[in-house]
């Protein structure tokens, strides 16, 4: 529960929202806690709210890192699960 | 079997292992506390306590959400699904710890009460847009990476008109709980002295900011390093305490820099600080009852507190009394040190909340360490037998 992962926002929506895409999940997410956030920015994702803005180097290296230890599905299958 | 996962920078990571041998004086042991659950489930992970020397020593801290939620209030939201109803919506990892006489959320929802797994607050205010006939609670546990959505729930709840939504809140706080193992001499004396520093929290830290951990140095003379979550980073943190604990120095740095900064998420804290207030004290499974260490919801918000619309009754909720996981959420016992690890207890059919949560300390003993801890149990056994006889 304490993993973030980092994803890509693809679209700004209202209402604070945002459409991210990591690993090929496609999400609506919050921006409630961020300022600033724009189409392309890469950030980290904690229980359906970006929590941060990483750089994409940053998002590459731990995506790759979290694909490797079978971390990144695990946490994709909690974002698919989701009502 | 292959338990532990490899990883890409493994070269990278010998490299640093050797660089931490180098630094470590042999003449004398350290103990780091990683406070982070997180932290705990990739050491362990990635077997980052075999590639540095075996006296340096990860000390297992509190920092798992599901583990220190004592059982009474687990028994609370258990009550709220089932006498009172309501949709309680929860974040999977709560759903199959064990409650009074071994009910979990999981049990209840299987007799028939309204038990539903959400992956964010967002869900939960999903399900109490398309249900505005039911009540719909959202048990919310967690430190402060967690906390902030929950106040943006109550925000959203209030500015929607939602009135069928509330929050149990059972948000908790690092500082506090930090400066409770260092402070409360009724918990284990022998701790404060023993810990040479502390692994800071990645993304709590990320909300947070360092500056919360400045008190640690200043008033504990303890070091604290806050790490990434990746294994290197982990490393890499655990190189800059020895480097602390060897120079006698104590200050709080920041191995996470690309991440964290000191002030940290001002807007996620100012949020958190309009929906919240901090209780004069709250219980803690293992730490017992600490000082300013979690949140409840503002009087102003009443309406969305789930203590202040549903009338709880009093319980006497007790652990399991052969549960050693108060004693390993402190750091002054191991999974081994549990009769029930690997025998009553499982993940599969566990006793205690440290088994249930992957970010629990005897699930990544469980999972990574398995076969090491039954046979150094055995020995332990074989031990006490000679020394009795």
């Not at chain 2, 059972?170 to 193992?181: C, D, K, L, S, Y």
């Not at chain 2, 009724?186 to 500056?211: E, K, M, N, T, W």
């Amino acid at each position: 529960m304490c993993l973030a992962i980092p994803v890509q926002v693809t679209a700004l929506l209202a209402g604070q929202m945002a459409t991210v895409s990591a690993g090929g999940v496609v999400k609506q997410v919050s921006l409630a806690l961020l300022d600033d956030v724009a189409v392309g920015d890469y950030v980290l994702l904690h229980v359906g709210y970006a929590l941060h803005k990483v750089s994409e180097e940053e998002a590459q290296r731990t995506l790759a890192l979290m694909a490797e230890a079978g971390a990144l599905e695990e946490s994709l299958a909690e974002m698919r699960a989701a009502p | 079997m292959k338990y532990v996962d490899e990883f890409r920078d493994r070269a990278r990571a010998e490299s640093l292992g050797r660089a931490i041998a180098a630094a470590a004086d042999p003449a004398r042991q350290y103990n780091f506390m990683e406070f982070c659950g997180g932290h705990t489930h990739a050491i362990f992970r990635y077997g980052v306590q075999d590639l540095v020397p075996g006296n340096v020593h990860f000390v297992h801290g509190p920092g798992c959400p599901v583990c220190i939620l004592p059982m009474r209030r687990l028994d609370d939201a258990i009550e709220l699904a089932e006498a009172h109803g309501v949709i309680l919506c929860s974040y999977g990892d709560m759903l199959r710890v064990p409650g009074s006489g071994r009910k979990s959320l999981l049990k209840a929802k299987a007799d028939g009460a309204d038990v539903r797994m959400v992956y964010s607050t967002l869900d939960a205010l999903e399900i109490a847009r398309a249900h505005p006939d039911r009540e719909v609670v959202f048990l919310g546990i967690g430190f402060e990476t967690t906390t902030p959505p929950s106040a943006v729930a109550i925000a959203t709840a209030r500015a929607e008109g939602l009135r069928n939504f509330s929050l149990f809140c059972n948000h908790v706080m690092t500082p506090p709980a930090i400066r409770h193992i260092l402070e409360a001499p009724d918990i284990d004396p022998a701790q404060a002295v023993r810990l040479d520093g502390f692994l800071g929290p990645s993304h709590v830290s990320s909300v947070i900011g360092s500056r919360p951990y400045e008190f640690l140095a200043e008033r504990y003379a303890k070091p604290v390093v806050i790490a990434g979550f990746e294994p290197l980073d982990v490393m890499q943190a655990t190189l800059m305490l020895i480097h602390q604990v060897n120079e006698g120095r104590v200050n709080v740095e920041n191995q996470y820099a690309r991440v964290v900064t000191r002030e940290g998420n001002v807007k996620a804290q100012d949020l958190v600080a309009q929906i919240f207030e901090v209780r004069d004290t709250f219980e803690w499974r293992g730490l017992g009852s600490v000082p300013e260490s979690a949140l409840r919801i503002r009087p102003e918000y009443a309406a969305y507190d789930a203590e202040a619309k549903f009338q709880l009754t009093e319980k006497e909720s007790r652990e399991n009394k052969a549960c050693e996981c108060p004693a390993i959420l402190r750091g002054v016992k191991k999974p081994k040190d549990c009769k029930l690890f690997g025998k009553a207890c499982t993940p599969e059919s566990p006793m205690g909340a440290c088994m249930v949560s992957s970010e629990g300390a005897c699930a990544a003993y469980w999972t990574y360490r398995r076969m090491e801890t039954l046979a150094e149990m055995a020995a332990d056994r074989a031990a006490a037998k000679v020394a009795a006889a």
